[in-house]
T-cell receptor, first 114, second 116 residues
Framework: QKEVEQNSGPLSVPEGAIASLNCTYS??????FFWYRQYSGKSPELIMF????GDKEDGRFTAQLNKASQYVSLLIRDSQPSDSATYLC??????????????FGKGTTLSVSS | GAVVSQHPSRVICKSGTSVKIECRSL??????MFWYRQFPKKSLMLMAT?????????EQGVEKDKFLINHASLTLSTLTVTSAHPEDSSFYIC????????????FGSGTRLTVV
């Protein structure tokens, strides 16, 4: 069974701290990796995506990909209370039945306290 | 940026009736759209892949006769929940790929369906 795994949390960090979110995936054929943020009752919004091994930075966010370990992470620096949400890891893999749909992990709930 | 409009945002229907949800790509053409379902406190589960001009491809366990998908144009895909039952109550979200600008996936705002 192809899977995307995340710790459900909640992950609690104080304001200003670094939040570290982790994700593993089972299919070595996965090619692209996405982090989405979802507020309760809302649709997911893209934070960033990464294709290549290594780090990719965008503002306070850094995505890290290690294909050998089948591991992708998201670091949020200087966490703010407004970052409190569920963070979804998604993988685009050729093993979906048709097309290249995103397959999502269960999400990690982040709580940033002020 | 790419915008996907989904309508309605919220619908309440009686058990046994059908509900149609529309998903439109506003500023790009989407040959492929995806439909997801999300139950409370659960992740998004892929239901089907909608391809313009051809039949949709459904994920295992999703009833194609119950969840009718039509992708008649490059900007519109519809999901019709037929003979809805309370267990169909969920958050339905569509997504489209903007393939002419790389690999981006854009999500609609979602439809909260409640069947009473």
């Amino acid at each position: 069974q192809k899977e995307v795994e995340q710790n459900s949390g909640p992950l609690s960090v104080p304001e200003g701290a670094i939040a570290s979110l982790n994700c593993t995936y089972s299919d070595r054929g996965s090619q692209s990796f996405f982090w989405y943020r979802q507020y309760s009752g809302k649709s997911p919004e893209l934070i960033m995506f990464i294709y290549s091994n290594g780090d990719k930075e965008d503002g306070r966010f850094t995505a890290q990909l290690n294909k050998a370990s089948q591991y992708v992470s998201l670091l949020i620096r200087d966490s703010q209370p407004s970052d409190s949400a569920t963070y979804l890891c998604a993988v685009a893999s050729p093993w979906a039945q048709a097309g290249t749909a995103l397959i999502f992990g269960k999400g990690t709930t982040l709580s940033v306290s002020s | 940026g790419a915008v996907v409009s989904q309508h309605p945002s919220r619908v309440i229907c009686k058990s046994g009736t059908s509900v149609k949800i529309e998903c439109r790509s506003l500023d790009f053409q989407a040959t492929t759209m995806f439909w997801y379902r999300q139950f409370p406190k659960k992740s998004l589960m892929l239901m089907a892949t909608s391809n313009e001009g051809s039949k949709a491809t459904y994920e295992q366990g999703v009833e194609k006769d119950k969840f009718l998908i039509n992708h008649a144009s490059l900007t519109l895909s519809t999901l019709t929940v037929t003979s809805a039952h309370p267990e169909d109550s969920s958050f339905y979200i569509c997504s489209a790929r903007q393939t002419d600008r790389g690999y981006g996936y854009t999500f609609g705002s979602g439809t909260r369906l409640t069947v009473v």
